[in-house]
């Protein structure tokens, strides 16, 4: 599945927002230096801010401006996929990263052609 994703994640590069994937697939797509690896920075999943008892008063505390950018981040990148040719096929609340206030798509195991 990593090696699916590592893969898909060559062919999109281009996209403005650093790629979030696990360590061991940088390694099989020669992906950029400015990608972020899972775990090496402060990151939670929407999930978690929303129904985690142990984080949802980080959710609360959040500004309105900032989930908006959040959700912008994340339509941005969806638009990229789709401009390219692919749909994600898995977008639910545990596949959205929230990093340094920025949202981030992750699991891109399910990805398709459009075509």
């Known amino acids: 599945m990593l090696c699916k994703e590592a893969i898909f994640f060559a062919k999109i590069v281009t996209h403005?927002?650093?790629?979030?994937?696990?360590?061991?697939?940088?390694?099989?797509?020669?992906?950029?230096d400015n990608a972020i690896y899972w775990g090496e920075q402060s990151?939670?999943?929407?999930?978690?801010l929303l129904f985690d008892p142990l984080y949802q008063h980080q959710?609360?505390?959040?500004?309105?401006?900032?989930?908006?950018?959040i959700c912008y981040d994340i339509?941005?990148?969806?638009?990229h996929?789709?401009?390219?040719?692919?749909?994600?096929c898995g977008l639910k609340?545990?596949?959205v990263l929230v990093a340094q206030n920025k949202g981030y798509?992750?699991?891109?195991?399910?990805?398709?052609?459009?075509?």
């Open 93 to 95: 609340s545990n596949n």
């Open 75 to 79: 339509t941005d990148a969806l638009d």
């Open 16 to 32: 403005m927002y650093p790629i979030v994937t696990w360590g061991a697939a940088r390694q099989k797509a020669n992906l950029p």
């Open 81 to 88: 996929m789709h401009q390219r040719g692919y749909l994600h």
């Open 105 to 115: 798509l992750i699991d891109f195991g399910k990805v398709c052609d459009i075509s």
């Open 43 to 48: 990151s939670i999943t929407v999930f978690k």
């Open 59 to 69: 959710a609360s505390e959040m500004p309105t401006t900032t989930r908006l950018c």
